[in-house]
């Protein structure tokens, strides 16, 4: 039997926590000053390109990011495509939906800074789409802020490895906090970054729960404003093709703001997960005092990206930067 004293301990838990923090210590903003110091700049000049070719760039690259860290961590492993041996993780159920436009931005990203001969093959593609998530909200009117960057990209990818990472439709206040929180992320995290939904799209068989089947007692779930529910079941009607999408954000669909917040208030909160925040107690007052003041939400909207942007950064033999950020090479 191993006998382990009280400093011996502290030791260990010293050096556990220090090998925990490994990580995110490599991240910093001015990771790339040496190899390539106008990135931040090349993949904006990018982004800004693909965004005026569609506005489904800015939701597309928010939500591929949002997929991407959230199984697995912040690694570009979501961007891999399957081959023969495996299937990838952008091939699972419920990343099927993901639009290609966010695939594309960091594709054309990696294309503008490969073009920069002291940048070629130097900026890893889970740093270019931290930088480029960042800049989609910018663009659509959102907080302007400044990324850590020096991940690697992960050397792994499979389908396998997403069910039950992701928050549902359907989820309630218990399941999307314990959801988060084993990304290290908070309650205030959570609601901060549900938020990402005051842009966007989904489609209609996802809330058709909600507005015509929603339990034995009642068809319509109580919590939808009563206009709303007019709304939605003038767009989706039951037989729609379930290809067709409608706004995330009812009011405000293309910019980025607390509108979001303000919608929970009345009832016109998307998804089940939206609508929660507000009906359960724990989060109700915060959706308050962040539909009261859009500079606190940007704020703290800024604070919960940086701190996803940490999750399961891969350093060392963990990473590599991809030639191909759709391909293992």
């Known amino acids: 039997m191993v006998v382990v004293n009280k400093t011996n301990l502290l030791l260990l838990l010293l050096s556990l926590c220090l090998t925990l923090d490994l990580s995110s210590a490599q991240l910093r903003r001015n990771f790339y000053a040496g190899s390539c110091p106008n990135v931040e700049q090349i993949v904006r000049n990018a982004v800004q390109k693909k965004v005026q070719q569609t506005f489904t760039t800015i939701p597309a690259t928010l939500r591929l990011y949002f997929h991407d860290c959230f199984v697995n961590g912040c690694d570009a492993s979501v961007m891999i495509a399957s081959t023969n041996n495996n299937k990838a993780e952008k091939d699972h159920e ?5 639009a290609g436009d966010g695939f594309d931005t960091v594709i054309k990203a990696k294309e503008a800074l490969d073009a920069v001969p002291n940048c070629r093959n130097k900026v890893s593609c889970a740093d270019i789409l931290t930088m480029a998530t960042r800049d989609v909200v910018n663009l659509a009117g959102g907080p ?10 992960g050397l792994s990818s499979t389908a396998a490895s997403v069910g039950g990472k992701l928050p549902h439709p359907t989820d309630d206040v218990n399941k999307l906090t314990s ?6 992320l908070s309650l205030n995290d959570m609601i901060a970054l549900s938020g990402a939904h005051t842009l966007g799209f989904a489609h209609c068989t996802k809330v058709f729960n909600r ?27 039951r037989n729609i093709d379930p290809r067709v999408a409608i706004n995330m954000d009812p009011t405000t669909p293309r910019q980025f703001d607390n509108v979001y917040y303000k919608n929970l208030q009345q009832g016109k909160g998307l998804f089940t997960s939206d609508q929660v925040l507000f009906t359960d107690r724990r989060s109700k007052p915060t959706v308050d005092l962040w539909a009261n003041n859009g500079q606190l939400f940007n704020q703290a909207f800024i604070n919960s990206m940086i701190k996803l942007g940490r999750v399961g950064v891969k350093t060392g033999s963990n990473g590599n930067i991809r030639r191909d950020c759709g391909a293992f090479n």
């Not at 959801?179 to 290290?184: I, Q, T, V």
């Not at 339990?215 to 767009?235: I, Q, R």
């Open 94 to 98: 419920e990343n099927l939906s993901l």
């Open 179 to 184: 959801l988060f929180a084993k990304n290290g």
């Open 211 to 237: 507005i015509y089947t929603f339990n034995k007692t009642t068809k319509v779930d109580p919590t939808v404003n009563k206009d709303y529910v007019t709304e939605l079941k003038a767009s989706c009607p």
């Open 144 to 153: 302007q802020y400044d990324v850590e960057l020096g991940r690697l990209d």
